[in-house]
């Protein structure tokens, strides 16, 4: 895939074109509303296509699906497959700091272009730029068993089980090599076991606690 596959040259040519790879560090004319435009657009095409794909599926799973989808990690991912970030405009700052990798940048690009095509050519070309961008994504999307993090999977594990439900605390937050590192116990209630994980921030060490407390607690007949 590349941008020559999915952008014809009128719109590559296009002054919002330009201002959709425009990060705000380079400048005042830059990609914020166009991502933000891009971003609501993304959403009903993604819940448009989900919708008619899965007719059995309820409205609960059809968000977890689109969340799965739209996430910043899944655009990033879909930024770098185009090597979007050699055609990022940054500021010397951002550029210094390796910008045209970040998550949120290009995931923003990314929205900004779905907004920048919208404006330039319309509703149904929005649409296809969209539909090529998922398009293997949209072919292999895995199971909603697989998609639940591992916080909620405990939670209802726990709940099967007429236990309540578990606390993240954290043990001890510190820094090192210039990185921040979160060390959080899941503490469930009545289990003598301890569930501890050092993350490099507090969600994913959260995740992977509850990720070990999920697999010791399925393999007990409560």
């Known amino acids: 895939m590349s941008f020559g596959d ?7 040519d296009s002054e919002y074109y330009r201002q959709a790879l ?18 609501s657009l993304l959403g009903f095409f993604i819940t448009e296509w989900l919708f008619h794909r899965y007719p059995w599926h309820s409205e609960g799973d059809l968000t977890q699906l689109r969340a799965y989808l739209v996430r910043g990690e899944t655009l990033a991912a879909i930024a770098r497959e185009l090597d979007l970030g050699k055609y990022l405009l940054l500021g010397a700052g951002e550029l210094k700091t390796g910008g045209a990798q970040r998550v949120s940048i290009l995931a ?55 236990m309540n439900l578990p606390r993240y605390v954290l043990q001890k937050q510190s820094r090192k090599s210039g990185h921040d590192l979160f ?8 289990c003598k076991e301890k569930f501890i994980v050092t993350g490099k921030s507090r969600r994913s060490a959260e995740q992977d606690a509850a990720e070990l407390a999920y697999v010791y607690m399925s393999g007990l007949d409560i």
Do not use: W
Request: hydrophobic residues 40%; aromatic residues 4%; charged residues 30%.
């Open 183 to 190: 060390t959080i116990e899941c503490v469930v209630e009545g």
């Open 108 to 162: 923003d690009a990314v929205e900004a272009l779905i907004g920048a095509m919208y404006l330039s050519a319309g509703l149904d070309q929005a649409r296809k730029l969209v539909m090529g961008l998922y398009r293997t994504r949209l072919e292999s999307i895995p199971a909603l068993d697989q998609l639940r993090d591992a916080k909620t999977k405990l939670q209802e594990l726990l709940q099967s089980k007429g």
């Open 22 to 39: 425009t990060h705000r560090s380079a400048g005042a004319d830059n990609n914020e509303r166009l991502e933000y435009l891009g971003d």
């Open 6 to 12: 999915l952008l014809d040259e009128t719109f590559q």
